[in-house]
C-alpha cells in the first residue's frame, strides 16, 4: 500500500509545473528545475518513479517541479521569494535536471545539476535526512559514507 501512495504522489510531481507535492507536513523540499525537453529530465523523472527511490521520498520530502518555460515564483528561507530565473541565476544552474535540496529551515544545503544515477541520487537524499551538510561537504561525506 506504502508503494502505491509514494507512486501516486510522485505520479502528480510529473503532471505540470510549480506543483509541490508533500506526504507529510514538514518534510524537507527539493526543488527540481526541468525543461519539456530534455532527455536527462525525462529518464531523472523515471527514476523519481522507481519504488526504491519514491519510498526513499515518501512521507520525508516534498518535491515542488518547475520547468523553465515558465517564471514562477519561489519561496524560499524567511520571506525571501525568488522568480525561476532568479533563483537560476543565483544557484548557478547551467543546465536540467537540476535539484536543489533544502533542510527544515528551507535553506538550500545541496545541489545537484546533470544527469543522476540512482545511487547518487540516494546519497544525495541520506546526506540531506542525516544532516551530512553539517558537518561534511557533499564529496567528502560521499567517500566516506560508501
Known sequence: MKSILSFLALLALFAGASESHSATQGALRILYIKQADCVYCNELDKTLQSSLISEKLFGRFS????????????RL??????TLSE?????????????????????????RQGRQQKDDLIAAIDYVE????????FGVWLRIHQ
Open 63 to 74: 518535491i515542488e517541479s518547475y520547468d523553465l518555460s515558465t517564471d514562477a515564483s519561489i
Open 87 to 111: 533563483l537560476v541565476s543565483e544557484f548557478r544552474i547551467v543546465g536540467t535536471p537540476a535539484l536543489i535540496f533544502m533542510n527544515a529551515e528551507q535553506e538550500p544545503v545541496l545541489v
Open 77 to 82: 528561507s524567511g520571506q525571501q521569494e525568488l
Open 130 to 137: 542525516t544532516h551530512g551538510y553539517e558537518s561534511l561537504p
